[in-house]
T-cell receptor, first 112, second 112 residues
Framework: ETGVTQSPTHLIKTRGQQVTLRCSSQSGHNTVSWYQQALGQGPQFIFQ???????GRGNFPPRFSGLQFPNYSSELNVNALELDDSALYLC???????????FGSGTRLTVV | GQSLEQPSEVTAVEGAIVQINCTYQTSGFYGLSWYQQHDGGAPTFLSYNGLDGLEETGRFSSFLSRSDSYGYLLLQELQMKDSASYFC?????????????FGKGTTLSVSS
């Protein structure tokens, strides 16, 4: 079975721009969540999707938005990028009701 | 609000036993998980405790006491490859849905 794959692996954007990050869930997983991890910190929960509906959100502003598609792949969109948005963005998938999340290797976003 | 406390660093030698503690404060507690993350890698799921007591998986064990809002990860027969960051994470059920809230992580350094 394939794991969670994220693209791109690295990205450099300019302040004020918009970015879309992509995630393919592990086969059979119907829940996807996104996290922001700053250097030396733990992952911070952004939001979670189950069956294409958002069913959990952390303390992130509305310029962070997402989508989950019928094939359970997902996108994270960030508008009006700020320097502090520079971080590793992690996607994780799971089966609803299952407690183990499978993480992708992340997208390293640098905002200059 | 939510908070998880764990030591920032732990050092040990090969073959030793180390315990990483985690205390949490959160509403809607639904379980405590542990994840391992090597530098530049994806977090990988180690264990989950939904009920009080000890869960054992090979060299790793995890414990939970819900009345004390406390858990720990026990690593036995340490190996060099165990050098990594370890995160406790609370699965929380709140008004917005479910969320996985991570601690800041404990860096474990294993020396020979």
């Amino acid at each position: 079975e394939t794991g969670v794959t994220q693209s791109p692996t690295h990205l450099i954007k300019t302040r004020g721009q918009q970015v879309t990050l992509r995630c393919s869930s592990q086969s059979g997983h119907n829940t996807v969540s996104w996290y922001q991890q700053a250097l030396g910190q733990g992952p911070q929960f952004i939001f979670q999707y189950y069956r294409e509906e958002e069913n959990g959100r952390g303390n992130f502003p509305p310029r962070f938005s997402g989508l989950q598609f019928p094939n359970y792949s997902s996108e994270l969109n960030v508008n009006a990028l700020e320097l502090d948005d520079s971080a590793l963005y992690l996607c994780a998938s799971s089966l609803q009701g299952n407690y183990g999340y499978t993480f992708g290797s992340g997208t390293r976003l640098t905002v200059v | 609000g939510q908070s998880l406390e764990q030591p920032s660093e732990v050092t040990a030698v090969e073959g030793a036993i180390v315990q990483i503690n985690c205390t949490y404060q959160t509403s809607g507690f639904y379980g405590l998980s542990w994840y391992q993350q090597h530098d530049g890698g994806a977090p990988t799921f180690l264990s989950y405790n939904g009920l009080d007591g000890l869960e054992e998986t090979g060299r790793f064990s995890s414990f939970l006491s819900r009345s004390d809002s406390y858990g720990y990860l026990l690593l036995q027969e340490l190996q060099m490859k165990d050098s990594a960051s370890y995160f406790c994470a609370v699965r929380e059920l709140n008004q917005a849905g479910t969320a996985l809230i991570f601690g800041k992580g404990t860096t474990l350094s294993v020396s020979s």
